[in-house]
């Protein structure tokens, strides 16, 4: 348990950083450049075999362990993420360009908001089935999903947390509907990450194994 809780912490840290260039780039007027930057943490994450719940929950099985070991994941990769957020919030440029980049989400109609949160969890997904099935060898069609999924302005709920706390504001309504939509970001995120899974395993022939 104590090694899947930093896992989970230094996976939240890693997607959180990911963030910070983001918006650092997006600042310096080089978005192009941060959606490049962000697939460094998921290619760290995958490398060093970190706990991040956008790559490990279309794996679930409906079992209480599974469950549990997923929630305390989803928990820590929050603090990870979290922590570098309160960094970012200090940094005037940052806050409040996150800040503007969470208050759009509220602009979107929630139907949408959730889809976006299914085809982000769908090519999560499917960057950790490329990655396993090219047994670690290929990178770069994880560089590709991750600019795929930032560019399509697809929502992913671990970054989402980090740019929640880094233009964490006081403004009637940022917090509490800030929290409504991440829990939608990790329903949408789930489903899609579940759905992509099923239908590989469906159409896998286990016998060519």
């Given at each position: 348990?104590?090694?899947?809780?930093?896992?989970?912490?230094?996976?939240?840290?890693?997607?959180?950083?990911?963030?910070?260039?983001?918006?650092f780039s997006c600042v310096k007027g080089y978005p192009i450049l941060g959606m490049f930057l962000f697939s460094l943490a998921l290619i760290s994450?995958?490398?060093?075999?970190?706990?991040?719940?956008?790559?490990?929950?279309?794996f679930a099985k409906p079992k209480w362990e599974s469950i549990s070991f997923l929630l305390v994941i989803l928990?820590?990769?929050?603090?990870?993420?979290?922590?570098?957020?309160?960094?970012?919030?200090f940094i005037p440029d940052l806050h409040d360009y996150a800040k503007t980049l969470f208050l759009a989400k509220f602009d979107k109609p929630i139907w949408l908001e959730f889809l976006n949160a299914v085809l982000?969890?769908?090519?999560?997904?499917?960057s950790v089935l490329l990655y396993r099935k090219s047994?670690?060898?290929?990178?770069?069609?994880?560089?590709?999903?991750?600019?795929?999924?930032?560019?399509?302005?697809?929502?992913h709920c671990i970054a989402d947390m980090f740019y929640f706390m880094a233009g964490i504001t006081t403004e009637s309504g940022y917090?509490?509907?800030?929290?409504?939509?991440?829990?939608l970001?990790?329903?949408?995120n789930s489903v899609?990450?579940?759905?992509?899974?099923?239908?590989?395993?469906l159409g896998f022939d286990k016998k060519k194994e």
């Amino acid at each position: 348990m104590r090694q899947n809780i930093f896992k989970s912490i230094l996976a939240g840290l890693l997607i959180g950083i990911a963030g910070f260039a983001y918006l650092f780039s997006c600042v310096k007027g080089y978005p192009i450049l941060g959606m490049f930057l962000f697939s460094l943490a998921l290619i760290s994450i995958f490398i060093l075999q970190q706990n991040l719940f956008t790559g490990k929950i279309g794996f679930a099985k409906p079992k209480w362990e599974s469950i549990s070991f997923l929630l305390v994941i989803l928990a820590f990769n929050c603090i990870g993420a979290f922590l570098v957020g309160v960094v970012a919030r200090f940094i005037p440029d940052l806050h409040d360009y996150a800040k503007t980049l969470f208050l759009a989400k509220f602009d979107k109609p929630i139907w949408l908001e959730f889809l976006n949160a299914v085809l982000c969890g769908f090519i999560i997904h499917l960057s950790v089935l490329l990655y396993r099935k090219s047994e670690g060898k290929h990178l770069l069609p994880i560089v590709m999903c991750i600019m795929c999924f930032i560019v399509s302005g697809f929502e992913h709920c671990i970054a989402d947390m980090f740019y929640f706390m880094a233009g964490i504001t006081t403004e009637s309504g940022y917090i509490w509907k800030g929290v409504l939509y991440l829990l939608l970001f990790i329903a949408g995120n789930s489903v899609g990450s579940l759905v992509l899974n099923i239908i590989y395993e469906l159409g896998f022939d286990k016998k060519k194994e």
